[in-house]
């Protein structure tokens, strides 16, 4: 139904404005009498064989949505009611801002893909740490993508990282700090060890005080060399840090199918779905292999269909994250992958 009548419908409008109107759909229908009841109905797969426990946290299955789709907190119960085992909702900054100027997401329906520059736009820490507050449902597993606003220069971006982290850790059950955005100006640059490490330890000092322990991971660019995955692969090993995700998006454009004149006329920007898959797994499969396996990896990147899922598992990955393989392909490919993992 999604591909041969949604779908269709969906890509007639601008990306941004058919992912607000697909949100406000789902939040109506999760606010009806057991309207996400009926949805999980129709979408979940439940099973014990599904079931992780990666971080400490127990997962009803490893597939998760990728931050950047629930940008606020507005429909991560909706999106918890389709399927998914796990949601990650961001990037969130301390001060809402309002992202790059418009038009700021493109398909690239040839190589089924999308180049977005939202710039991390959100309507910052305080409205998240309402709503997954106020709205956090028992049994949802929610994590929390960490950005800085893009005005904070990189010398006091660990300031940044942890407000948010303060404000909102007894709301989410783990954090992401994401230093590989390509669409915030020079934050590729906090990519190294030292930068890394500048920004953590406030965070492990902080999290040392609480009662409740949640789980840090850093989101790494698919852009970084092996040498640089390296360093990374250092902070991991030689911190308190729990896990990676690997990988956002990129600025790579080799081999597509779009035309190089669209391509230059949509500019800059972060390139997700297909053409990212086999990078994505790559890097994965590289930092699983460097840390013997002895940390968990979030595995994020091009998954378009249930054999990319499994190959992205098979590299190495504990869990893995969906965003535009979703937007692509719709709710049945949650559906499926969890299917194949029963068998």
């Known amino acids: 139904m999604y591909k041969k009548l949604i779908r269709p419908i969906l890509f007639l409008f601008n990306p941004e404005t058919a992912h607000k109107f697909t949100a406000a759909m789902l939040r109506f229908f999760g606010a009806l009498p057991l ?44 999106l918890s009611a389709l399927g998914f085992g796990f949601i990650e909702v961001g ?23 999308l180049i977005n520059r939202f710039g991390f736009n959100n309507l910052g820490m305080e409205k998240m740490a309402e709503r997954l507050s106020a709205k956090r449902k028992k049994g949802i597993v929610v994590g929390v993508n960490l950005g800085k606003n893009s005005d904070t220069p990189n010398e006091q971006a660990a300031s940044d990282y942890l407000k948010s982290f303060r404000a909102l850790y007894d709301s989410a059950d783990y954090f992401v700090v994401n230093v590989s955005c390509p669409n915030v100006e020079n ?28 789980p840090i991971l850093v989101k790494v660019s698919p852009d970084l060399s092996f040498e640089q995955l390296d360093e990374i692969v250092d902070v991991l090993i030689e911190t308190p840090l729990d896990g990676l995700v690997a990988t956002n998006t990129t600025t790579s454009r080799d081999n597509l199918k779009t035309s190089e004149k669209r391509i230059k006329r949509i500019g800059r920007g972060g390139l997700s779905g297909a053409p990212l898959h086999t990078r994505a797994v790559e890097v994965v499969r590289y930092l699983h292999k460097k840390t013997e396996g002895n940390y968990p990896i979030i595995g994020v990147g091009g998954i378009m269909s249930v054999d990319e899922a499994q190959e992205m598992l098979d590299a190495g ?24 993992l029963i068998k």
């Open 91 to 113: 990037a969130v900054t301390p001060r809402p801002q309002p992202g790059n100027a418009k038009p700021r997401c493109f398909r690239l329906k040839k190589d089924r893909g």
């Open 35 to 78: 309207g996400r009841r009926i949805i999980a109905l129709f979408c979940k797969v439940e099973h014990p064989s599904l079931e992780r426990e990666v971080l400490g946290i127990k997962f009803p299955n490893p597939i998760g949505v990728a931050a950047g789709l629930d940008k606020d907190a507005t429909f991560y119960r909706e």
């Open 187 to 214: 934050i590729g640059k906090l990519q190294n060890k030292d930068s890394i490490s500048e920004i953590l330890e406030p965070m492990f000092d902080f999290r040392r005080g609480q009662n409740n322990y949640r």
């Open 317 to 340: 990955a504990n869990l893995i994250q969906l965003y535009t393989g979703f937007i692509y392909e719709g709710p049945s490919l949650v559906k499926n992958i969890c299917k194949r």
